[in-house]
């Protein structure tokens, strides 16, 4: 599958804002303010855009390796965004009945650890068949135990619930590729820079510079002869 290119508006920007750079650089701003040049810095900005394509042309190696590495990050954040689409939406559902049922067992053990305990401790306190009491405040304690054992077990549930949750929450690409990504376009507008703007800056400047110079040379050999 080929990959897919940068978006025009974007390259055009990119290129705009080396060439501002490179006509702010101190080799090119000497250049302009030498004697005997015909080009300023607007005709000399006009040029570098009518030859665009020739200058981005020279890190066209970088803009490839820019292109592929930003391509790899979306590749990763749409797998990850549909490997954990099944499980947001069934963590987006409650999980199903297990949670509810969960609660509810715990709601019940606790509710009779405190019927049971109560009702034994009463009728221990009225001295009235004291072992129906016993049993009673026995039942209690085995279901308070329930009811802590469940409550353990129902905040272990949602505690990995939220864990495997907060990826699909956040599909952000691995940060390994978001670097790699962001290194890629800084090492692409360096070599734009440097290996396209200003070559072609300074190049112009010359030749205009020895135009003028020739042209000179010219006119004084004319009025010699």
Known sequence: MRTP???EAEIRATFERALEQGLQSPQVADALRRPGG???RGRLRTRALQARDDIV?????EYREFVEAR??????TE?????????T??????????????????????AAAAVCLITGFVLLALGGRPYIGEGLVTSGLIAGAVAVGGAIGDLAYFVVAAARRRPADQPDAPEDAVTDAARAREEWELALLERGVLPFLLGRLEESSAAEHEGRRARRSARGL
Do not use: C, F, K
């Open 5 to 7: 290119e940068l978006p």
């Open 79 to 87: 797998d990850r965004s549909a490997s954990d689409g099944p499980e």
């Open 89 to 110: 939406g069934v963590s987006g559902a409650g999980g199903g009945p297990l949670p509810v049922l969960a609660v509810l067992v715990t709601s019940l053990a606790v």
């Open 57 to 61: 042309s020279a890190a066209a190696v």
């Open 71 to 76: 391509a790899g990050v979306a590749a990763g």
């Open 38 to 40: 015909t080009l300023d």
